[in-house]
């Protein structure tokens, strides 16, 4: 009997270290382990063992079991192994992964978050108006009268009902002081129409930013000090500022802001409109109103408005505005 054992658990062992698949394991745990096989068949051989040995043989056996159980355990495990390493055996770890693209933000956005950002740190809240507008608060509200040339119908879209896409982002001063007594200092960042002939300095729809401060003592030298501050945050200390006068219809006095600044190529660049509210712009808004908040014997204030499309050009040395619209992937993600 112990030879028998001993033979059986060799045999055993071999046959399960040989073993390569799934299948052939668990054939050969039927053959040594199963209600009919070779360990179980040699454990009913314990009947004709003397009663004195059944001990000790009832031990070799339980080893023996033992023996080809964690046999057939382990050789399970290396065969998972196995195929585990057989199913990447293809794939090179080392290679670079693929990576998500994140986008950045348009140039344009990018600008016009700094100088929103700056505006906002002087007090600024910002402003919306529809891009949709009726001639008074484009035009009339600011003090352009019919037969002033903006008005033309060559220079800016009307729809059927007389409405109009904005020719400029002023129509929001109007809309703020219909709906808001003085104080007022606000931002309206937006877009604005014209009918010009597209080409690599105009487009029919560009980015403006305008301004409004409003209130019982606001000066000059406010408006100065607010857009030179502004101006040097944005293009950097020494940022050099020229107000030329100039006329607006809806400022008095008007100016014409030049600029040179190092980020901006350092050449006089022509930049800005501004001025103090035209006191013609405050009795049409009392007019509508129907109170004198904005009587301009009591209120004063200071405009100003530029585009953002050909800052945005000048800092980021862009040479057609076309870029700035038409979603080339290799051009915007150079931002
Ligand atoms: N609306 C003017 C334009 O589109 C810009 C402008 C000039 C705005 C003077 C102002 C201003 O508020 O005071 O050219």
């Not at 199913?87 to 770890?93: C, E, G, M, N, P």
């Not at 608060?137 to 009307?158: G, S």
Request: glycine fraction near 6%; include cysteine.
């Amino acid at each position: 009997m112990d030879q028998q054992i001993e033979v059986l658990r060799a045999e055993a062992l071999a046959e399960i270290g040989a073993v390569t698949d799934r299948a052939s394991l668990d054939a050969a745990r039927v053959r040594f382990l199963g209600k009919s096989g070779a360990v179980t068949s040699l454990s009913e051989g314990m009947r004709n063992v003397a009663k004195d040995d059944r001990p000790r043989f009832g031990k070799l056996l339980n080893d023996l079991r033992q023996a080809v159980s964690t046999a057939l355990e382990a050789r399970e495990i290396r065969l998972l192994e196995e195929s585990d390493a057989a199913a990447v055996s293809s794939l090179d770890l080392t290679l670079p992964g693929t990576f998500a693209q994140s986008g950045t933000l348009h140039p344009l956005t990018q600008l016009m978050n700094r100088a929103v950002m700056c505006f906002r740190r002087m007090g600024f809240a910002i402003a919306d108006g529809p891009d949709i507008e009726t001639e008074w608060h484009c035009f009339d509200a600011l003090n352009t009268p019919p037969d002033h040339p903006a008005r033309n119908e060559q220079d800016t879209f009307y729809l059927p009902d007389g409405r109009l896409l904005r020719s400029h982002t002023s129509t929001v001063q109007i809309r703020v002081m219909e709906n808001t007594p003085p104080p007022v200092r606000i931002i309206a960042p937006g877009a604005a129409y014209r009918r010009d002939e597209v080409d690599a300095t105009h487009l029919a729809q560009f980015t403006q930013m305008e301004g409004l401060y409003v209130a019982e003592d606001v000066s000059l030298a406010d408006l100065k000090g607010t857009l030179e501050f502004f101006f040097r945050e944005l293009f950097g200390p020494g940022t050099e500022l020229q107000f030329r006068p100039h006329f607006f219809p809806f400022t008095e006095p008007s100016y014409e802001i030049d600029i040179r600044a190092e980020a901006l190529g350092n050449q006089w660049m022509e930049l800005a409109g501004c001025g103090m509210v035209d006191p013609a712009v405050f009795e049409a808004v009392c007019e509508r109103r129907g109170d004198r908040v904005y009587d301009p014997e009591t209120v004063t204030g200071f405009a100003f408005g530029f585009g953002l499309d050909r800052l945005a050009m000048n800092l980021a040395k862009i040479p057609d505005i076309r870029m700035l619209v038409e979603n080339d992937l290799r051009f915007l993600k150079q931002f």
